[in-house]
């Protein structure tokens, strides 16, 4: 294993960490508005699987999309201004959250349509193949777009194509407020849904950042060697409501902290201190360092101007 790359898990674990909690202080403040959905408790998912993918493979996303855009590697203070619809934003401060997109990072978006997402993979992956790039596409979805017909349909073409495309589902067991066991037979063992499109797929625990990293190691080389999809079920949970307007009442307190006691970062934070790879000095450090990152990216961010009037039909194409 290689130290500091581990340390670097931590690390981009912890930036998505702290600057989630920030962005929800920042929501009740009034300075974000709008839809927000917060990652906090899967970032080891986002975190441990972009980690293996090279600057030249995709990533397409739902709408709980902060962590991803933050593992890949996008300006936090571009990520923050969109959050609060400024101009210095990804999108121009026209997406807000649920839109996080940048094409220089390969990073598709941020689809606030639930599945929505899973056609373009398709289409990404087509374009990769078809171009002879050997990109891969990394697809992340919820257990609730598996109930879309579009998932169906994608899921057949990618295996028919022999599309690169890792399909990466996170199994945080609810779909809004309504527990998976409610909406399929298969609740917690949705890979198995994959057999019938002959796409190989794995079960693994997305609250381990050093599993989801090894099971999409692998996953990619069977990819890029041609032989097609391969789909994951990250089993994780979301700690925070499904949006910021959600009190969560659906669920027992009890879960939560269950849950919670399987942090990803605190795990991870446990196993390099036993191992000795970082020591509590080395750990205080990381955290200053994320925070003072943060407080520069919110400071950014609301110094960022407001886009201009003039910019509102910018962007917006129609068919002559
Ligand atoms: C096509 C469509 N139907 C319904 C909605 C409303 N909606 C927004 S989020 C959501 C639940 C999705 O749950 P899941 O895929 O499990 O993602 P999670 O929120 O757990 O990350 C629904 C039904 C939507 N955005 N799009
Ligand atoms: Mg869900």
Known sequence: MDQSKTIKLYQDMLLLRRFEEETGRLYMEGDIR????LYIGEEAIAVGSISCLSEKDYIITHYRDHGHALARGINPKNIMSELMGKSDGTSAGKGGSMHIFDVSKRFMGGHAIVGGQLPIACG????SK?????????????DGAVNEGEFHESMNLASLWKLPILFCLENNLYGMGTHVNKTRSSGKDIYKIADSYKIPSMQIDGMDVLEVQKATQQSIEKIRSGEGPVFLEAMC?????????????????????????NDPIIKLEKFLSNQKIIDQQKILKIKESVDSEIFDCIEFAKNSPDPKIESLLENVYQNE
């Open 124 to 127: 990404l992956g087509f374009a």
């Open 34 to 37: 709008g839809f927000c959905h």
């Open 130 to 142: 078809y171009q002879e790039e050997n990109s891969i596409v990394l697809c992340f979805l919820g």
């Open 237 to 261: 949970y979301r700690f925070r409501g499904h949006s910021m307007a959600d009190p969560s009442s659906y669920r027992k307190s009890q879960e939560v902290v269950e849950w919670q006691k």
